[in-house]
């Protein structure tokens, strides 16, 4: 794919789109053995029917190669007690796992304890773009519990907080 030369500074997209508030996750995978793990905020939902999501994993992340090579993986979505998680899972270099008593899903990926979703995706399809690979997901399984949500906002953690005064959920 050729792309025009970016009149936009590196830095200056990745603290504009900082604007836009997300939530965090954790993408795990285990590919021969290993169990692989890393903090994402590039999570989206694609498609309702069929489920599809996708994930920007930047080019020389261990974990995407893990995924694509597995062709599976879960998206942990994180509860506002789980910023150290997050954090953890952010480290480059370190075995994310260290210390933490690994939990497995119904489809032997490993899973974060907790945490406010799981969902359980095939790797559907892979696209490069720009420095970032993008990984479709085909969704297989999900659950979901309560609880407060981990955002992202400003390059920083924050809590989102749902309206008192909202008169009804909003589902798309
Ligand atoms: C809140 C937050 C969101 C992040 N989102 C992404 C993301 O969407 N894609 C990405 O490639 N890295 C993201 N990162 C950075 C990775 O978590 C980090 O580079 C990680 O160490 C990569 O691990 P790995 O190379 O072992 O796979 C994020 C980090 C934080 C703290």
Request: negative net charge.
């Amino acid at each position: 794919m050729t792309m025009a030369p970016a009149s936009v500074d590196p830095s200056v997209m990745r603290r504009t789109m900082g604007r836009f508030a997300t939530g965090v996750a954790v993408i795990t995978t285990e590919f021969e053995g290993e169990p692989h793990g890393m903090t994402v905020n590039s999570l989206t939902s694609v498609s309702l029917d069929p489920p599809l999501l996708l994930v920007c994993f930047t080019h020389g992340a261990r974990s995407s190669d893990a995924v694509i090579a597995a062709g599976r993986f879960a998206v942990n979505v994180l509860s506002s007690r789980q910023e150290a998680i997050a954090m953890r899972f952010a480290k480059r270099g370190e075995d994310h796992f260290a210390g933490l008593g690994l939990e497995y899903d119904g489809h032997r990926v490993p899973v974060v304890p907790r945490a406010l979703a799981h969902l359980d995706c095939d790797v559907e399809r892979v696209l490069d773009a720009g420095d970032h690979t993008v990984v479709f997901g085909a969704v297989r399984d999900v659950c979901s519990r309560e609880g407060d949500p981990l955002g992202f906002f400003r390059g920083q953690f924050s809590s989102i907080v749902p309206h008192d005064s909202e008169p009804e959920h909003w589902f798309f």
